[in-house]
């Protein structure tokens, strides 16, 4: 038998993403035409234990959808990860009379609803959003179109001062663990090269070749070099002046950073986001959706198991990734034949 909803709990957690907000009101109205009241904890996990919430009405959703950051703030929560911390959320839930939790974020947000569910009564339905896009189970998360066209919007602003001084630029951006992010910036500016995890480590040395052979063979001009975070462990910027006196060409870097995550969301972001969190509600209204997360597959939604969301076997696309190592070789091997 599924157990009645009352009150759902909500909160957005972790590093924020575009498109949090339209998450944040798909959920509210969805909730509202069932007659279920929405409490939006602030801060993420941390309002839980703060007791920093309120009760969410349409009038405050109505008009969120365009607004880029999330209304209900978002944060690191330290307190869950302490001992007890856990039961102390899901003593605090049960307070509230919080019939189910709903918790838009990344992994280590997902890794949260785990630790609390086992103390906890109600259902806990998580929705991906995050910038990185490197969530199992859903093709895409909230945040990754917009910051996608935040960094073409800034690499093809740096294409017009590189060619005019014919430098070469390191463009930085987000993705500790996987190449989403830098290999769909760098295809679709036209990047000369990509370095992302998916390609290995980065060799001065062979970087230094590449950028020498298509010189020789296209002439002196810009050269961009889309770079995920953490790549080079002494940073772009040293990366950068590495790259100038071993080429003798000047090179710069341009690190996006939290550009990326702001911004008003894209009509793809906000489509989605309103997708999974009407999803995410129905799901628990039908008792479905319990350490699920509400995802979307080939265009529908799915639901996926919570604890496989970080398993990390989502890869970045196979065939753009060979595709450009390819075009690397063929510039780099020039157009004589054979």
């Known amino acids: 038998m599924v157990q009645s909803i009352r009150r759902i ?3 957005t957690s972790g590093g924020d993403a575009p498109g949090m907000n339209a998450a944040i009101r798909a959920v509210v109205l969805t909730a509202a035409a069932s007659g279920i009241e929405v409490i939006g904890y602030r801060h993420g996990f941390n309002g839980i234990f703060s007791q920093d919430f309120k009760p969410l009405q349409r009038t405050e959703v109505l008009h969120v ?3 880029g950051g999330t209304l209900l703030k978002s944060a690191r929560c330290q307190t869950l990860q302490q001992p007890g911390g856990p039961e102390q959320a899901a003593a605090i839930l ?17 890794r949260g609803c785990q630790a609390i569910a086992p103390f906890y009564q109600g259902q806990i339905v998580g929705i991906p959003g995050t910038i990185d896009n490197d969530v199992d189970g859903t093709d895409f998360t909230i945040g990754f179109a917009t910051a996608l066209d935040t960094a073409l919007d800034a690499i093809d602003k740096v294409r017009d001062t ?3 001084f014919e430098r070469i630029f390191l463009i930085e951006v987000m993705g500790r663990h996987t190449g989403y992010l830098a290999l769909a910036a760098g295809i ?7 370095i992302c995890p998916e390609y290995g480590e980065v060799d001065l040395p062979d970087l230094q070749q590449d950028i020498r052979q298509v010189q020789q063979q296209f002439g002196r001009g810009s050269y961009i070099i889309v770079i995920a975070e953490t790549m080079y462990p002494a940073g772009a910027t040293v990366l950068a002046s590495e790259l100038t ?23 793809s972001d906000r489509i989605l986001a309103t ?30 198991p919570l604890s496989l969301t ?12 060979n595709w450009q190592q390819r075009m690397l070789q063929d510039s780099a091997a020039g157009d004589e034949p054979g």
């Open 245 to 267: 006196k071993a080429t003798g060409i000047e090179c710069r870097a341009c690190i996006l950073g939290h550009l990326q995550r702001g911004g008003s969301p894209v009509g």
């Open 310 to 321: 970080g398993n990390k076997k989502k890869q970045a696309d196979s065939y753009l990734l």
């Open 65 to 67: 959808i365009q607004y």
């Open 162 to 164: 590189a060619d005019a």
């Open 275 to 304: 997708k999974l969190g009407a999803y995410a509600v129905e799901q628990l209204l039908l008792g479905n959706a319990h350490l699920m997360m509400a995802g979307e597959q080939a265009g529908q939604p799915v639901l996926f």
């Open 94 to 110: 049960h307070q509230h009379s919080i019939d189910a939790l709903v918790v838009i974020g990344g992994d280590g947000s997902f």
């Open 188 to 194: 679709a500016s036209g990047a000369e090269q990509i």
């Open 9 to 11: 709990g909500l909160l």
